[in-house]
């Protein structure tokens, strides 16, 4: 089943990873080391919302001084709004702009934005998780960082900005909680395998349509030497087996959905995490790491762009945010791209499409009226088209010219896909183990190194999940 783009963003690691990246780092996790910094930051949050919903704009109304934007680094984004910042700046020389990044969104930048929105010490957040879905029973045990703060007014409402006519309706409502627009979309990349055309080439490889062909792909690169797969978990550890983990659910057990929507299907019991249909998933993941280069648990996530780029293997498990810097770092390689292939029906393999960065002004923020005007300038189409082109995103505006490095290499498949929100599940914040966000990923990697059956892994996900 195929289903055309909700334009919502994903980077990533999602961690938009990396961007992803396309994961949130969640306050209040006893197995992280950030313990003590989250507690303290939770203790601010609610506090933080209180003094949003009763606080007026601090500084002038003109906006003039110092706009603070805070955002991860993401080499393509930051490119992007950097130089988005510079052509600001020239139509409003009376406002300076900073960008503070921190690395990584799971941690470090997690951490940045937490104190951020404690202390109002940025006009301008950025977050890869949207507001929407919202947990079927919303509690902060169970709301991301940024849906808290969208469900208690700790967000300046974007209702009635002109620019928002420039974004799909899909974009808005997305971000948008009991009819208050929270953030500006940025739009959405795209998960699958990305490959060498002329490694391909070279060996007489066609892209595979199912997962029996990919696993003769598979065979034939690794019998000739050639290091078929590469991912990279060091620095950000196992949420990157998501490239693994999302696209074959959505292969795989997402077809078989009882009402089309896997992750409302967990969400209210009428799917369980024992169903075998996850079952073939998870043997699936281990077969197909086999194909990994050696070591993929420590080789950082940082490189994997520059050594796909120069030969390191002939296919990346990545997504379209990194092809900006495989193409920076090797400008005449041909690449190409297909879905990962999970399933021997054809037609049920399908990109996974992951939304990214979204702009959330504080409604406490040090320089609202700028903030104001730096999110009517992004959105100004012949802006926007650059941010897109820079970064290989989706766009979430209804229209534009753009010509992208991404389209290129995606081709038929740019923009299309099965979304997270309906292939994947919200997960708490806090309580059963191995449900937390933070934790659900080790279990996988668990499984894929054989210190855990799929049976377990199914056992322990099942025993403490709780229904909306």
Not at 47 to 55: E, K
Not at 249 to 264: C, E, G, I, R, T
Not at 266 to 290: C, Q, S, Y
Request: hydrophobic share 35%.
């Amino acid at each position: 089943m195929q289903t055309r783009m909700r334009h919502r963003t994903s980077g990533r690691p999602g961690f938009s990873g990396r961007n992803s990246r396309h994961r949130r780092y969640l306050t209040g996790r006893a197995c992280t080391p950030r313990r003590g910094i989250a507690a303290i930051a939770i203790i601010g949050l609610a506090a933080a919302g209180l003094a949003a919903c009763s606080s007026s704009n601090s500084g002038n109304a003109s906006g003039s001084g110092t706009l603070k934007i805070i955002t991860w680094v993401n080499p393509p984004a930051v490119t992007a709004i950097t130089k988005i910042d510079n052509e600001f700046h020239k139509k409003y020389p009376n406002i300076k702009v900073q960008l503070q990044t921190a690395a990584n969104v799971n941690g470090p930048y997690a951490a940045l934005e937490e104190t951020s929105v404690d202390a109002n010490t940025a006009d301008i957040i950025t977050n890869v998780l949207p507001v929407q879905p919202m947990p079927l029973s919303p509690s902060r045990n169970k709301e991301s960082n940024f849906q808290y703060w969208a469900s208690n007014g700790v967000f300046q409402p974007l209702n009635g900005q002109p620019f928002l006519k420039n974004f799909t309706a899909d974009s808005i409502n997305v971000e948008s909680y009991k009819g208050q627009t929270d953030a500006l979309e940025s739009g959405a990349y795209t998960e699958g395998v990305f490959y060498n055309k002329s490694i391909f080439a070279k060996y007489h490889l066609s892209p595979p349509a199912t997962y029996n062909q990919f696993l003769s792909v598979c065979a034939t690169l690794k019998a000739h030497g050639v290091t078929p797969l590469y991912d990279g978990l060091g620095d950000v550890g196992a949420p990157y087996m998501q490239f693994l983990y999302w696209p074959l659910m959505a292969d795989l057990w997402y077809p078989a959905a009882p009402n089309h929507n896997l992750a409302l299907d967990l969400e209210k019991g009428t799917v369980k995490w024992t169903d075998p249909h996850f079952t073939t998933v998870m043997n699936e993941e281990k077969t197909i790491a086999r194909y990994l280069e050696p070591n993929y648990t420590g080789v950082p996530w940082e490189g994997m762009p520059g050594q796909f780029a120069h030969g390191a293997a002939a296919m990346l498990l990545d997504g379209s945010w990194d092809l900006s810097s495989v193409h920076q770092a090797n400008p005449g390689l041909q690449v190409g791209f297909f879905p990962l292939p999970g399933s021997n029906v054809a037609s049920d393999n399908q990109p996974f499409l992951k939304g990214d960065l979204a702009f959330a002004v504080l409604k406490n923020a040090p320089n609202k009226a700028a903030a104001m005007k730096w999110l009517a300038f992004f959105a100004t189409p012949g802006i926007y088209d650059q941010y897109v082109d820079i970064t290989g995103i989706t766009p979430s505006e209804s229209s534009g010219t753009y010509s992208t490095f991404s389209q290129t290499v995606m081709g038929h498949w740019f923009g299309k896909g099965i979304n997270q929100d309906v292939a994947f599940p919200a997960l708490p914040t806090s309580g059963a183990y191995w449900d937390e966000e933070n934790n659900w990923p080790a279990a996988q990697l668990d499984v894929v190194q054989g210190k855990m059956t799929p049976q377990q892994a199914e056992a322990d996900y099942q025993s403490g999940w709780q229904t909306g």
